[in-house]
Structures are given as structure tokens and as C-alpha cells.
């Protein structure tokens, strides 16, 4: 049977995350980590608190995006926004998660503002990380804390994050549409239906949104920044506590370090289901270039703690969702 290009990406994503998952623990000293795991394991329920506070502010940064006309529970959000990513958590790039939010959403709020809502959520939360790994990436440089050769994968990330940013800011500040005209456009020079379908027309409306909320209240955006920083911060914490359970302490800024890389490794390694095999090479690799031991076991800690939130998400998972909670219409 003859494979689909989509097929054809998955099954090449799996078999690299594999391979990359199988070279790494093979390359580490693994009697050594067994034993540092040992030791974590005592502190497990410590050092799993700065990803639960991730959750609960990554939570409230969406449950704050919604207009306040169509605001649902926050526990709703966050039962929501927890199921749908421990869905997209098993699926190339997380592909299920955005339109599953949608659907589980359907009954408490109009699917046009519960796309636009989740788009601003994530555009900001991801500017704002963009900004931490531009600026902490060059900070890193010329701190002299890395070998030459990791130096110059850090100016590259910091190079790609300032052109990415830019690029946003241009988006973001022009008062203009984008998806909208561009459509509208073609559907009059060619007539083709797709251009002027229900699909399209609705995701037009999920821009103009997006836009106007993105636009029109500088609180709304405030908050988003500063529970972005508050996201990061968190995980160069978790970064830390790790290595204390471990009985090998480093410093904020080294923990501060190793997320910077990994969070950027974690978009190369997107197209992995659950970015197998990337983000444990991630891990050991920026800790043995900071020359520290304990590689393995902040590998092993991140793929257990997201198995563990996958777990807890699809627990979570609102059944009775798509029944309609109250009757609800399109935003205008």
C-alpha cells in the first residue's frame, strides 16, 4: 500500500526519535544514572511542583485570552487544555491538540472564539519564550561557560530567535489582516470554491479575532508576558531542583542554561510524537557541555514527568464536553 506524505513524516520522525532515544542511553553511564534516579526518587514529589505550576499558568494565560462574554470555568480550561495536549503529546508536532481544544470546548464556547483564544495564547506564550532563549542564548555566549563549538550553537540560536521575533513584532503591530484579504482576493480572481467555503470563512473569522484581541487590550497582554516569564523561570527551576535532589547543585543560571537549549532543540524535534529521543539528547548533551554529570537523569526525570501529565490529562479527559452546556452562538 502506497504511504501518504504525512504518513511518510511520521513514520520518518518515529524511527529518528528511536534511533536518537537508543543512542543516547546507550552513551551514558547508566549504572551512574540508575543511581542518581535512586536518589531523585525520594525528592520526586518536590521537583514535580514547577511543572504543575507550568500547567496552572499555562492554563490561566488561555482562560485569560477568552473574552469575557464567552469566559468558561478555569477549571474547564485547564481540564481542557491538560487533555487535548496529553492527546497531541503522542502525535507528530502535536498536531491533535489545537482543534481537539475546539471540540471539547463545543457547548461552552463559539469554536471561532475558542480557536482565536488558543491562538493568542500560544503565539504569545511562544513570542515570549523566543525573546528568554534569544536573549538568555547570548547571555550564555559570551558568559565563556561553554566550549567554542557550543558557543556558536548558541549565537545561531540567538540569531534565529531575533528574526523569528522580528518577524512577529512586524506581524503583530501593522493594523492590517492577513489570511482574510489574501482569500477574499483569490476567491474573486479565480472562483475557486474552496476559496470561498464554510473552512474558509471560518478561519477568517479566527484571525480577525485573534487579531482584535491581540490588539485591543494591553492588559490581556501584559499578563501573557509576564506569565510567560513566570513559565520560564519555572522550568530553569525544575532544571535545578534536579540536580539538588541529586546531590550535584549548580546555579539558577546554569539551569537557566540547559532549558534555553532545550526549549530550542524542542521545536527541531517537533515533528517527533512526544519528541522522543529529542529531548532526552537535549538534556545530556547541553549538561556535558557545561561539563556536569546528571545528563541522564534530568533526561530521564522530563520523560517521566510528561508521561506522568499525559497520564493525568487523559484522566482528566472531559467526556461530556461536546454536549452542549448552554446554547451558545458565533462571536460577532
Not at 38 to 65: D, E, I, K, N, Q
Amino acid at each position: 500500500m502506497k504511504r501518504t506524505v504525512p504518513q511518510l513524516v511520521s513514520l520518518v520522525a518515529v524511527v529518528a526519535g528511536v534511533v536518537l532515544f537508543v543512542a543516547t542511553m546507550l552513551g551514558i553511564d547508566r549504572e551512574v544514572t540508575l543511581r542518581e534516579v535512586r536518589t531523585l526518587g525520594f525528592a520526586f514529589p518536590l521537583v514535580m511542583l514547577p511543572s504543575l505550576g507550568w500547567h496552572l499558568l499555562r492554563a490561566a494565560g488561555w482562560y485569560a485570552c477568552f473574552p469575557p462574554e464567552h469566559r468558561p470555568s478555569y477549571w474547564t480550561v485547564f481540564r481542557v487544555r491538560l487533555a487535548s495536549d496529553a492527546v497531541g503529546y503522542f502525535t507528530v508536532r502535536g498536531a491533535a491538540s489545537e482543534p481537539l481544544r475546539v471540540l471539547l470546548l463545543m457547548g461552552h464556547v463559539p469554536p471561532v472564539v475558542a480557536a482565536a483564544a488558543s491562538v493568542l495564547e500560544r503565539t504569545a506564550m511562544g513570542i515570549m519564550s523566543l525573546l528568554g532563549v534569544g536573549i538568555f542564548a547570548a547571555i550564555a555566549v559570551s558568559s565563556n561557560m561553554l566550549p567554542q563549538g557550543w558557543q556558536e550553537v548558541f549565537r545561531g540560536i540567538a540569531i534565529t530567535a531575533a528574526v523569528v521575533l522580528f518577524v512577529s513584532f512586524l506581524f503583530l503591530t501593522r493594523r492590517d489582516r492577513y489570511f482574510g484579504p489574501l482569500v477574499e482576493v483569490l476567491y474573486a480572481k479565480t472562483g475557486w470554491s474552496w476559496a470561498g467555503g464554510r473552512t474558509v470563512r471560518a478561519i477568517t473569522a479566527v484571525e480577525d479575532l485573534f487579531l482584535k484581541l491581540a490588539r485591543t487590550s494591553s492588559r490581556r497582554i501584559q499578563l501573557l508576558i509576564l506569565l510567560s516569564v513566570a513559565c520560564y523561570a519555572l522550568m530553569a527551576f525544575e532544571v535545578y531542583l534536579v540536580f539538588w535532589a541529586i546531590n550535584q547543585p549548580i546555579s539558577l543560571w546554569v539551569g537557566t542554561i540547559v532549558e534555553t537549549f532545550t526549549r530550542s532543540a524542542s521545536v527541531a524535534g517537533g515533528a517527533i510524537p512526544g519528541n522522543l529521543g529529542a529531548l532526552e539528547a537535549s538534556n545530556v548533551a547541553v549538561v556535558h557541555a557545561l561539563g556536569l554529570a546528571g545528563g541522564g537523569t534530568l533526561a530521564l526525570f522530563r520523560r517521566v514527568r510528561g508521561l506522568a501529565f499525559a497520564t493525568l490529562g487523559l484522566a482528566l479527559y472531559p467526556r461530556d464536553a461536546i454536549k452542549a452546556a448552554r446554547p451558545v452562538t458565533d462571536a460577532g
